[in-house]
């Protein structure tokens, strides 16, 4: 029989939970140095397996829904949203999949666009001509808004935009991987109050919607037309942890990597210069950018992508085995649970040309490092559960990016930003950055015509500026 990881060492009792708890990403570095890709951790009574590479990632997504359960990992996310997505058992799973992914399906990218530049021009719009952000706590509200307007529709996101992001604070409060969900802490009283308070406002939107069906097109709609296999409808309940499950997944996770993109932006100037050059090439302030100009955003698209690579949001991916299993020359006990280091597998030495080196070309045409292996990059995750919003979330990433530096000078003040953890989700702490709004320039007459044509959220602004013939 093939030995378990090798462990490493904790303190009595707690096992590894303090070195867990704090920076996780240079305790997991330092593990794998001493220990390799696989090796085991003590948290409290838990014993827990951290797995990284390609090969490992296989049998991690090949068992998932089988032998590895998300469901039984992520079981204190139930109390949140009900059984959806990632808390449902496989075959609830199964029934729901094509629900959860109606929304994401092609022909439905342009429209979110849209909505991500309205949301970001507001956003840059508010910023006036120069002061200093820090990045996480100014982009939070952007990507709140972005979800918001796209999952519920603008006129929710005008109204009750704001009440219900801090009804979905206290939700998010309330998670909590130690103590049962049901016991009487206030927290989980919050938790409660506010799940209720959510159904108040959603339940009467989904009847109306249910009845004027025509008249929307935003991800509440998809959810509310969708049919289960026989022919029934969603259920309210389901539909609100749909809601609230795709505001969990990709809101901080967003707010995290859109950060450390620029971050990473700020700190390597040569890159930074070539990044420039194409948005001052291809774009223009105040003309929308569409899905076929973002595809030609190739320097920008390479940075989002580093950044997933350097800073996955996601840097551990969870499951809890349901019987022994076996990764490379180890055996995982039935129990245990088992994290991919998302992270550690985007370093590894021999996959990656100077693995802990910022380099966004090790995408171009010629090296692609990451087409070695179906599973070198897991920043996203991987097989059946795969992210359902990478698209929407790497396009978000994106236009965060080309918009900010389209229209604002940036310094970053504080080049070392130090990682800190949300529920979820790694960001840089202290990412303080200093802009200028950029001189309004000229702009070309037909550029003006395309972006009526278009329907420009800004063109009364533009039309009163300076043209050129
Ligand atoms: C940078 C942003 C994001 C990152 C890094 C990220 C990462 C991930 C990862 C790693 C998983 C797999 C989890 C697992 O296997 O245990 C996942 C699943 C998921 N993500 Fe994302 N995500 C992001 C943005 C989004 C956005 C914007 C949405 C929706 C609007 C979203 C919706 C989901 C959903 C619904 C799932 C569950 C899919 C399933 O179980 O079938 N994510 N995400």
Same mark, same amino acid.
């Given at each position: 029989m093939k030995p378990t990881p090798p462990q490493?060492?904790?303190?009595?009792?707690?096992?590894?939970?303090?070195?867990?708890?704090?920076?996780?990403?240079?305790?997991?570095?330092?593990?794998?140095?001493?220990?390799?890709?696989?090796?085991s951790l003590q948290i409290g009574p838990k014993k827990m397996a951290v797995i990284a590479g390609a090969e490992a990632a296989e049998t991690f997504f090949t068992k998932t829904d089988g032998d590895l359960r998300m469901d039984k990992a992520y079981g204190p996310l139930r109390a949140m949203f009900g059984e959806i997505a990632f808390t449902a058992s496989p075959e609830v799973y199964n029934a729901q999949r094509h629900i959860l992914h109606a929304p994401f399906k092609g022909g439905k990218m342009p429209g979110y666009v849209r909505v991500m530049q309205v949301e970001i021009q507001q956003w840059l719009d508010s910023l006036g001509t120069s002061g200093e952000i820090d990045l996480v706590e100014s982009l939070a509200p952007v990507v709140q808004n972005v979800a918001a307007h796209a999952i519920m529709g603008e006129d929710f996101r005008k109204r009750m935009g704001r009440e219900f992001w801090d009804l979905y604070e206290d939700l998010n409060k309330g998670l909590d991987m130690v103590f049962p969900p049901n016991w009487p802490l206030p927290k989980f009283r919050k938790r409660d109050r506010a799940k209720a308070r959510m159904h108040e406002i959603i339940a009467p939107i989904i009847a109306e919607r249910r009845t004027n069906s025509n008249q929307y097109d935003d991800m509440l709609q998809d959810f509310v037309e969708a049919r289960y296999k026989d022919d029934s409808p969603v259920p309210d309940e389901i539909?609100?942890?749909?809601?609230?499950?795709?505001?969990?997944?990709?809101?901080?996770?967003?707010?995290?990597?859109?950060?450390?993109?620029?971050? @990473? #932006?700020?700190?390597?100037?040569?890159? #930074?210069?070539?990044?420039?050059? @194409?948005?001052?090439?291809?774009?223009?302030?105040?003309?929308?950018?569409?899905?076929?100009?973002?595809?030609q955003m190739q320097y920008v698209a390479w940075a989002v992508d580093e950044t997933t690579r350097l800073h996955p949001s996601a840097d551990m991916i969870m499951r809890a085995a349901e019987t022994d299993i076996e990764v490379g020359d180890y055996r995982i006990p039935k129990g245990w649970m088992v994290? #991919?280091?998302t992270e550690i597998g985007h370093r590894l030495p021999d996959t990656f040309d100077d693995a802990e080196a910022y380099d966004p070309l090790r995408y171009a045409p010629g090296r692609e490092e990451q087409k070695q292996h179906k599973y070198t990059i897991t920043g996203f995750g991987g097989g059946a559960h795969k992210c359902t919003g990478m698209n929407f979330a790497n396009n978000e990433m994106l236009l965060i990016t080309t918009m900010l530096l389209q229209q604002f000078e940036l310094e970053l003040l504080n080049p070392n930003p130090t990682r800190?953890?949300?529920?979820?989700?790694?960001?840089?702490?202290?990412?303080v950055v200093r802009y200028k709004r950029k001189a309004q320039q000229a702009i070309p007459a037909e550029v003006v015509a395309q972006a009526v044509a278009a329907g420009c959220p800004h063109i009364t602004a533009m039309q009163d500026a300076p043209h050129t013939n």
């Open positions: 490493v060492p904790g303190l009595p009792l707690i096992g590894n939970m303090r070195d867990f708890m704090g920076d996780r990403s240079v305790f997991f570095q330092r593990s794998f140095e001493k220990y390799g890709p696989i090796f539909i609100i942890g749909l809601i609230t499950a795709l505001m969990f997944a990709g809101h901080e996770t967003t707010v995290g990597q859109a950060a450390w993109t620029i971050v @990473e #932006l700020l700190k390597h100037p040569d890159y #930074l210069a070539k990044v420039q050059a @194409e948005i001052d090439e291809k774009t223009f302030p105040g003309k929308p950018i569409d899905i076929g100009t973002m595809a994290l #991919l280091g800190s953890y949300s529920v979820g989700a790694n960001r840089p702490a202290g990412a």
